[in-house]
Every structure is written in structure tokens, then in C-alpha cells.
């Protein structure tokens, strides 16, 4: 139960953070914020196709982190360019992983680390084998950890943590 409650908590902060880049679009680019609209809906049919279970493939949890990223691609526009990389040695079909365990360092790294800059920047995924482990990577060239101008209270990696703990 405490781990169906961290992972619908996930939900919302991830529906709040796109909503935003929609309405940083509308008065803008109405035409690009159509198509962010028809692209976040198909982000949370993934989303809630995932809700069901603590876990799905990593395949999956990828296809969340590109259709969100696919969401900031249209705020950011050629400003963020984006590198998702998986070692050739890993079945993401088979293994399993927490639902929305990597989108949210992927979403901090851009809200936390390239939101304001005005030259934007660049977001790395990479996931590797680690003998009988699996290692993600997210980094990002932005400010730096503690230098955000958005302020957060840690809850998103604290969720993850709590989630990757129980399961």
C-alpha cells in the first residue's frame, strides 16, 4: 500500500511540470502547444497503461522519459538537445524497474538545471550493466546542483528512494 501511494503521488508532479510548458506555449506558439497537448496525452497513456503495477519493463519507463523529453523539446525548441543511450548488453524488455523511477531525475535535470538559461542545454540518459547491477546516468551542463533559481522540496528523488527501498 505505501508503495501504490509513492507511486500515484509521482503522477500528479509530472502532470503539473508538463502543464506548465503547455501554458508557457499558449499565447506563443498556440499550434506548437496543440501538438505538446496531443504529445502529453500520449505521455500519460503511457503513464497511466504503467499505473496498475509498482513496476514495468525499462523499455517502458524509457519510452516515459522520451515522450516527456518530447515535451520539453517543444519549450525549448533546438535550445535542448537530448542523448539516451543503453548498453547493448541489457534486455529492457526483461528487466523490470519502479514506474517513474528515471522521469523524474530526467524532469529535475531540466527544471532544476537548464530551465533559465536562456542558451538552454543538453540532457544525457545513459543506462549501463554494472555486473549484476543496473546504473542509470542523468546529467545535465546546466547550473549545477544548488545553483536552481527553482526551488524545490526534494520530494520527487525522495519518493524514488522510498519506492526503490520498498521494492
Sequence with gaps: AQLAALTAEMNPHLLFNALNTVASLIHGDPDRAEEVVLQLSALYRGVLRSSGSATHSLHDELRLCEAYLEVERARFGERLAVSVEVDAAIDKGQIQVPV????????????????????????????????????????????????????????????????????
Design 100 to 167: 517513474l523511477i528515471l522521469q523524474p531525475f530526467v524532469e529535475n535535470a531540466i527544471k532544476h538545471g537548464l530551465s533559465h538559461r536562456a542558451r538552454g542545454g543538453s540532457v544525457r540518459l545513459e543506462v549501463l550493466r554494472n555486473g549484476e547491477r543496473i546504473d542509470a546516468l542523468i546529467e545535465d551542463d546546466g547550473v549545477g546542483v544548488g545553483h536552481s533559481l527553482e526551488t524545490g522540496a526534494g520530494k520527487a528523488i525522495g519518493n524514488c528512494r522510498e519506492r526503490l527501498a520498498l521494492t
